[in-house]
């Protein structure tokens, strides 16, 4: 069997705005002195002219690509999310979000994939602070091969976006040649009748390794990608509701006020059934191996497995 490619959703996010500089001209990046770590640095050694390292000034990065897309730029301001979602989250509302500005937000290094930079660079609430700014998009994309349509629909798109991307290299799952990216649009990637895996983000591959296993167990479990979060595909969730009776959410990032919380209040807003959130329960993590967290945390297809076996036998 041919070895899984594993590819980080950052270093796509670094080649693609490479890739687009040539076809929008008024395509500028802005970085808070870590363009190394965030692959921006792939746009600045092909662009310099139009790269814009702001030190380690995050809330005035922000700033400055706000008077940038006001002037008719297309900004891409660029740090972990961390520092882009968190420390800058007041400028992010009131310079960008009220104005409902230009602006894209490429936060890389979220979650608990982080791994030994630990708790206070482990970003788990970043979707839930990006959710509360009216018009903002959110984009999590599951995989290098999404990562990279992602940032063209934002470069598309006109409004703020907020873009999530991991530290960790991933398994890519999706065909390049073949992968339409459309925002605001679930992806049924297996259809199923007895439960429902709604995933985002690195969840996304482990819930479709956790179906394969519950086949094995006689459940026929569906899944869901949702690479959107912001504006949320209703439709498709509501739909597996009422089909399958039971959700299970799988996140990287607290299960408050991230995908888990978003589904939810799509699902009791038209067909109540049972949600079960798998994600980082409402603590801080800890410093170590990435793989390792995902482990301890319950950010895996085993405990995905457990835990839809287990909403089976209680729900259905």
């Known amino acids: 069997?041919?070895?899984?490619?594993?590819?980080?959703?950052?270093?796509?996010?670094?080649?693609?705005?490479?890739?687009?500089?040539e076809e929008y001209s008024n395509l500028v990046v802005l970085d808070a002195d870590l363009a190394e770590a965030t692959k921006t640095v792939i746009f600045k050694k092909a662009y310099p002219e139009r790269f814009f390292d702001c030190g380690i000034a995050e809330c005035n990065m922000m700033g400055v690509a706000a008077g940038l897309a006001a002037a008719g730029k297309i900004p891409f301001a660029s740090s972990f999310a961390m520092f882009a979602a968190g420390r800058a989250f007041e400028i992010v509302r009131n310079s960008i979000g009220y104005p409902h500005l230009n602006v894209?937000?490429?936060?890389?290094?979220a979650g608990i994939s982080v791994g030994e930079d630990g708790a206070t660079h482990q970003c788990n609430e970043d979707i839930a602070l990006m959710r509360t700014i009216p018009g903002m998009t959110i984009i999590n994309p599951a995989d290098a091969v999404e990562a990279k349509a992602a940032v063209r629909?934002?470069?598309?798109?006109?409004?703020?976006?907020?873009?999530?991307?991991?530290?960790?290299?991933?398994?890519?799952?999706?065909d390049e040649s073949t992968y339409k990216f459309e925002m605001g649009k679930g992806v049924t990637l297996r259809d199923g009748k007895d439960v429902t895996i709604v995933a985002t983000g690195l969840m996304?591959?482990?819930?479709?390794?956790?179906?394969k296993e519950l086949e094995g167990q006689g459940i026929d479990a569906r899944v869901i990608n949702i690479h959107t979060i912001k504006p949320l595909d209703k439709e498709i969730i509501q739909k597996a509701a009422q089909e399958t009776g039971l959700i299970i959410t799988a996140?990287?990032?607290?299960?408050?006020?991230?995908?888990?919380?978003?589904?939810?209040?799509?699902?009791?807003?038209?067909?109540?059934?049972?949600?079960?959130?798998?994600?980082?329960?409402?603590?801080?993590?800890?410093?170590?191996?990435?793989?390792?967290?995902?482990k301890k945390f319950g950010l895996c297809s085993e405990n995905i497995t457990a835990k839809t076996i287990e909403a089976v036998k209680k729900f259905k």
């Open 104 to 109: 894209k937000i490429g936060a890389t290094h």
């Open 204 to 211: 996304v591959n482990e819930a479709l390794e956790a179906a």
């Open 153 to 174: 629909a934002a470069v598309e798109y006109v409004g703020p976006v907020y873009m999530r991307f991991g530290r960790l290299a991933t398994p890519v799952f999706n």
């Open 1 to 21: 069997m041919s070895e899984v490619k594993k590819i980080a959703t950052r270093e796509s996010y670094g080649q693609a705005l490479t890739e687009l500089a």
């Open 251 to 294: 996140e990287e990032h607290n299960i408050i006020g991230g995908l888990g919380s978003a589904v939810t209040e799509a699902v009791c807003e038209a067909t109540p059934v049972p949600v079960v959130r798998i994600g980082v329960n409402d603590e801080f993590g800890y410093s170590g191996p990435a793989a390792d967290l995902l």
